[in-house]
């Protein structure tokens, strides 16, 4: 979706009855996948290396409407048509992602997939407080929209933008509060990320969880965010989260905690989504080989400086 129908978007959703939006959804997805283009090849091109295996039409028309649903689910959240999404949610590991959080923040590390702010919403009406970081979006006003919206579900958001960093102030918001703090982190916007194995391929991640839980000394977890029983009017999501998640002990020579941590993460996230691949929203440049070779020489140079 462009941004400019993300706006009116927000504006005519709410109105509608959720069914509406949903069945609206649905189609809308169909005739994207349908008419194709970069993004859409880029999505199965990401889909099939996470997995290993070429992506069917089917499962590619099935990765756009899990995509578009988001978006359309996003949209109703908040609104009293919407309330009804904060039912069929199931959180596999809720329990002990609170305990951790008893004596201190906990952190969540996440990929963009299934429908992350509904699941999000669930854990404000359920749990714990939120503080998470957002990527800021043209134009300001959309991204104020996005705020706004995240928090009225109850969430503390701090705004992010390309090789921009918030991470000391992402820390001190946190420090000692028994708070959980998600972080979409399956690709770097920061130009200074790590390179892990994700799936079948190379790719570049954020530093964000593992650098965040070392410099806190907290405990690290992560999750997989998917649909199932699927209709044309809607899906459940299923949250699957594991934790606390350690950085093997015989690393490899040069290998920091926080590049092993980041890579302990990012592998229990790829077994879990290898099951719904379809649900992986990454429709933009992950892969090392897909990469720009001036970008990934800035990003290793840079990574490469803050370990010294």
């Not at 996003?74 to 009293?80: D, F, N, P, T």
């Not at 429908?115 to 300001?140: F, L, M, Y």
């Not at 708070?179 to 770097?188: E, K, M, T």
């Not at 606390?244 to 590049?259: C, H, K, L, M, W």
Request: hydrophobic share 45%; aromatic share 6%.
């Amino acid at each position: 979706m462009t941004f400019s129908a993300l706006s009116l978007a927000f504006r005519l959703a709410p109105r509608l009855p959720l069914r509406r939006v949903m069945r609206l959804a649905d189609r809308g997805a169909r005739l994207v996948a349908r008419r194709g283009g970069a993004p859409i090849e880029r999505l199965r091109a990401n889909m099939a290396r996470l997995t290993g295996s070429p992506v069917s039409d089917e499962r590619l028309e099935a990765a756009v409407r899990s995509h578009i649903r988001n978006y359309a689910e996003e949209l109703m959240l908040g609104s009293r048509r919407g309330a009804p999404l904060l039912e069929g949610v199931t959180f596999e590991g809720f329990d002990a992602l609170v305990e951790a959080s008893a004596d201190g923040p906990v952190i969540l590390a996440l990929g963009h997939s299934g429908s992350w702010d509904r699941a999000g919403a669930w854990v404000c009406a359920n749990g714990p407080g939120i503080v998470t970081v957002a990527e800021k979006v043209e134009p300001p006003s959309l991204f104020e929209r996005f705020v706004a919206l995240r928090e009225g579900l109850g969430m503390e958001i701090i705004g992010v933008g390309p090789g921009e960093s918030v991470f000391s102030t992402l820390v001190e918001r946190v420090r000692g509060r028994s708070v959980i703090v998600p972080l979409l982190a399956d690709r770097d916007i920061s130009g200074s990320g790590i390179e892990v194995d994700l799936g079948t391929g190379r790719a570049l991640v954020a530093a964000g969880p593992a650098a965040l839980a070392t410099k806190l000394d907290r405990p690290l977890f992560a999750a997989c965010i998917t649909y199932e029983n699927e209709t044309s009017v809607g899906a459940d999501v299923r949250v699957r989260c594991v934790g606390p998640i350690s950085a093997p002990t015989d690393r490899a020579p040069g290998v920091n905690r926080v590049e092993a941590l980041t890579q302990a993460w990012v592998s229990e996230f790829a077994a879990m989504m290898a099951d719904r691949p379809q649900d992986w929203h990454m429709m933009q440049r992950v892969y090392v080989e897909d990469l720009d070779p001036q970008r990934l020489a800035r990003a290793r140079a840079e990574h490469e400086r803050k370990n010294r």
